[in-house]
């Protein structure tokens, strides 16, 4: 009975390694850092093994070091015992001579022992802790770090060993680490891989994938082109102002000096109201400044021109620095 509780124990304590393991692997970084934001104290203990690269090895390391103990433990222990068990039942009930046989009694104790290590010691704590990560990291993950302490100095040996072969083989720990972030085409991937298992509606989906693509698109490809832009001339008259606003009512207009080359401004449409309630002609102190950006430009740096100049619009020039078009955050907005 004793020997069965401990063969039970070494299974146990394998299984509890291999989940450790892939738990803190495939634990939800955002979600974590989302319940440490919350208070959530095991969840800050996770985020210190994930935001730490060496902390994270030396987990990794503890693990490994626990599933190599347990199972070495398993196989000198458990077959030693169980094979002995198996001996002593099959030679005293009177069976076949081949079946009471030390080393048929070795061969069942070893099909046995692999069955329930491999199934109950490995792959059933690692779907759980894949399919579970997060909670399982945040209850496994405090033992696993006393566990760490008390065997430090195996850790950090084994752990340096690991890094020095990796090293010997070119590869750098850095890099590896690294790895673990997504690109966009990853990101996206994993988008359209979720819309098709329905995990994701079909219209976030296209939202997701156009943001994506957004920081591919330059400012030519989204601008409105010089000969649809609608622009107020410097000194216009209320009577003219009225004029345009009737056959182009916009919620913004580009204010030019001479001609669509010349752009000097903006105006809003509740600046132009004002103007027109007063009677005034349109001044160069009315319009407000925008950013010049080349047709080349990234729609991420024409967002980021707005942002910094906290302005809705942007003047796009050619390659002779006349105005190509301009871009609004309805353009861009459109885009996605």
């Not at 696993?144 to 590869?171: D, S």
């Not at 988008?191 to 939202?207: F, I, K, N, P, Y």
């Amino acid at each position: 009975m004793i020997a069965f509780l401990i063969i039970s124990a070494l299974i146990l304590l394998n299984a509890i390694f291999v989940a450790a393991e892939f738990a803190i692997v495939g634990a939800p970084k955002m979600s974590i850092d989302k319940r440490a934001a919350d208070g959530n104290r095991l969840a800050r203990v996770v985020q210190s093994v994930l935001r730490d690269p060496q902390k994270q090895d030396r987990y990794i390391a503890t693990a490994q070091l626990g599933i190599t103990v347990a199972s070495l433990g398993l196989g000198m222990y458990g077959e030693h015992v169980l094979a002995d068990g198996i001996y002593h039942y099959l030679g005293g009930s009177g069976g076949p001579a081949f079946l009471a046989s030390h080393t048929f009694a070795s061969v069942v104790a070893v099909t046995i022992l692999t069955y329930f290590h491999i199934v109950v010691g490995e792959m059933v704590p690692k779907s759980l802790a894949l399919q579970r990560a997060e909670t399982m990291a945040l209850w496994i993950t405090p033992p696993m770090l006393w566990t760490k302490t008390l065997f430090y100095p195996f850790v950090v040996g084994l752990n340096g060993l690991g890094n020095l072969t990796l090293r010997m083989m070119g590869v750098q720990r850095q890099v590896s680490h690294a790895e673990q972030y997504y690109t966009p085409e990853e990101l996206a991937l994993i988008v359209q891989e979720s819309e098709e298992l329905g995990a994701l509606r079909t219209d976030a989906s296209q939202v997701l994938q156009e943001l994506f693509e957004f920081g591919d698109l330059t400012a030519d490809q989204v601008m409105v082109p010089r000969v649809r832009i609608t622009g107020i001339a410097l000194g216009s008259t209320p009577d003219e102002i009225r004029e345009l606003l009737g056959s182009s009512p916009h919620t913004r207009y580009p204010v030019f000096e001479h001609d669509l080359d010349h752009i000097i401004g903006m105006i809003h449409i509740k600046d132009v109201l004002r103007l027109l309630l007063n009677n005034e002609t349109l001044a160069q102190d009315h319009a407000r400044p925008l950013p010049l950006m080349p047709e080349t430009a990234e729609l991420d740096d024409v967002l980021a021109s707005m942002r910094r100049k906290r302005t809705q619009m942007v003047v796009i020039l050619d390659e002779h620095g006349g105005t190509a078009g301009i871009v609004t955050l309805e353009d861009l907005f459109e885009e996605v």
